[in-house]
């Protein structure tokens, strides 16, 4: 019941004046909603974005996650996805990309 008064006042809610009049607070992109965007272009780009929606569900949507999954991570995420065994080798490709640009 406290959850739903406290839902009932967030609709309530207006933008800070710091935001504009006619802002709304709930349309404002989030970092994180930023970096997912990046990492289903990123995807998309190896020809693998019909993924994304499997990975982002499994928290792989930041590319400093992406950058730090280990081969066991990979392989898990190859299986969840059912990726045929070329797409699997061109996405390991690119995670290895990945870390060797973080260097």
Same mark, same amino acid.
């Given at each position: 019941?406290? !959850?739903?008064? +406290?839902?009932?006042?967030?609709?309530? %809610?207006?933008?800070?004046?710091?935001? $504009?009049?006619?802002?709304? !607070?709930?349309?404002?992109?989030?970092?994180?909603?930023?970096?997912?965007?990046?990492?289903? #272009?990123?995807?998309?780009?190896? $020809? +693998?974005?019909?993924?994304? $929606? +499997?990975?982002?569900?499994?928290? !792989?949507? @930041? !590319?400093g996650?992406i950058? &730090?999954? %280990?081969?066991?991570?990979?392989?898990? +995420?190859? %299986?969840?996805?059912?990726?045929?065994?070329? @797409?699997?080798? @061109?996405?390991?490709? &690119?995670?290895?990309?990945?870390? #060797?640009?973080?260097?």
């Open positions: 019941l406290a !959850f739903f008064s +406290l839902r009932e006042n967030m609709s309530e %809610t207006t933008a800070p004046p710091s935001c $504009g009049a006619n802002a709304d !607070f709930f349309d404002i992109a989030e970092p994180e909603e930023d970096e997912a965007a990046d990492v289903e #272009r990123w995807l998309s780009e190896l $020809g +693998l974005g019909r993924y994304f $929606g +499997l990975l982002q569900a499994e928290g !792989f949507d @930041h !590319f996650i950058r &730090g999954a %280990t081969e066991e991570d990979l392989t898990e +995420l190859i %299986t969840l996805c059912a990726m045929p065994r070329m @797409h699997a080798k @061109h996405f390991r490709r &690119g995670i290895i990309q990945l870390q #060797r640009s973080e260097e």
